[in-house]
């Protein structure tokens, strides 16, 4: 059963990068199954996909965000990445990577336990 | 963008209640639709894909229908670990987008 874990500093100041890395164990990144994916969760608020990679490096982005957002793979160290730059207050939230099983209609599952990042001075 | 839109957005129920969330979508995603449970602190945990598939180690008294634009999720006698917020998840198309939750609290 493949396993997600986000790694990443808690707190970014405003107008920097936002990094976080999510290492995948259990199972390969270069599964042809998967899409490795990005969603995050403002306090108290819902869910917004971010993006999300396959391991050929094929990449597909939420248009709202598509300026600002990378996701990147490391095949060798079976992680793979996001950077959000410009960051302001309004990108706090929780940042959760998820595994998103694209054949047949597609869900997202499993989730890793979320990385809380504050932007804040 | 489909917009996913979920009715009510809280609710409150009892130990024992037959409980039923709705999903509509802005247009058809024929039975591309996902349903999540987050609690308090965790991560969104996969109970129901393709609109009616459960997902593995989800107990039964879950149950999702429907197909097009409109959906439910039904709890058919909710439990206590059940009060938590649940949310929809189309994916017809990118950007994959979710409802904007709905909240089961006890009464």
């Known amino acids: 059963q493949v396993q997600l874990q986000e790694s990443g500093p808690g707190l970014v100041k405003p107008s920097q990068t936002l990094s976080l890395t999510c290492n995948v164990s259990g199972g390969s990144i270069t599964s042809d199954n998967y899409y490795w994916s990005w969603i995050r969760q403002p306090p108290g608020r819902g869910l917004e996909w971010l993006g999300y990679?396959?391991?050929?490096?094929?990449?597909t982005y939420n248009p709202s965000l598509k300026s600002r957002v990378t996701i990147s793979i490391d095949k060798s160290k079976n992680h793979f990445s996001l950077h959000l730059s410009s960051v302001t207050a309004a990108d706090t939230a929780v940042y959760y990577c998820a595994t998103y099983n694209w054949k047949d209609e597609g869900w997202f599952h499993p989730w890793g336990q979320g990385s809380l990042v504050t932007v804040s001075s | 963008d489909i917009q996913m839109t979920q009715s009510p957005s809280s609710l409150s129920a009892s130990v024992g209640d037959r409980v039923t969330i709705t999903c509509r979508a802005s247009?058809?995603?024929?039975?591309?639709l996902n349903w999540y449970q987050q609690k308090v602190g965790e991560a969104p945990k996969l109970l129901i894909y393709?609109?009616?598939s459960l997902q593995n180690g989800v107990p039964s008294r879950f149950s999702g229908g429907g197909s097009g634009r409109d959906f439910t999720l039904t709890i058919s006698s909710l439990q206590p670990e059940d009060f938590a917020t649940y949310y929809c998840?189309?994916?017809?198309?990118?950007?994959?987008?979710f409802g904007q939750g709905t909240k089961v609290e006890f009464k």
């Open positions: 247009q058809t995603i024929t039975k591309y």
């Open positions: 393709a609109a009616f």
């Open positions: 998840q189309q994916s017809y198309t990118t950007p994959r987008t």
């Open positions: 990679i396959y391991h050929s490096g094929s990449t």
